[in-house]
Nanobody
Framework: QVQLVESGGGLVQPGGSLRLSCVVS????????MGWYRQAPGKQREVVAR????????EYADSMQGRFTISRDNAKNTVLLQMNSLKDEDTAVYYC??????????WGQGTQVTVSS
């Protein structure tokens, strides 16, 4: 079993930055891919960024490329999402996500990010 707990959301002005954290517990060695998704009001959940736990390779949605950075702190079993140059349209609930070696997906409870002046 895998548990994902996010933190770090909040209110930020346009152009500002936030860093989200996701603490992973349980059978962490089974996880092949980890990442972040988001869901804005009235919209479908979409991928933000993903990280391959073996190779360290990362991928980003086009609209986040260059502004967001996903990373992993192995010592703290934490996945981070550094978000810079935030825009109003980045307002959403952000979810930590992971897929294990049986292709089962795991989700955190979500953390709200609001970008507004």
């Amino acid at each position: 079993q895998v548990q994902l707990v996010e933190s770090g959301g909040g209110l930020v002005q346009p152009g500002g930055s936030l860093r989200l954290s996701c603490v992973v517990s349980g059978n962490i060695f089974s996880l092949n891919v980890m990442g972040w998704y988001r869901q804005a009001p009235g919209k479908q959940r979409e991928v933000v960024a993903r990280l391959d736990t073996s190779s360290g390779a990362t991928e980003y949605a086009d609209s986040m490329q260059g502004r967001f950075t996903i990373s992993r702190d192995n010592a703290k079993n934490t996945v981070l999402l550094q978000m810079n140059s935030l825009k109003d349209e980045d307002t959403a609930v952000y979810y930590c996500w992971a897929m294990d070696n049986r292709y089962q997906t795991h989700w955190g409870q979500g953390t709200q990010v609001t970008v507004s002046s």
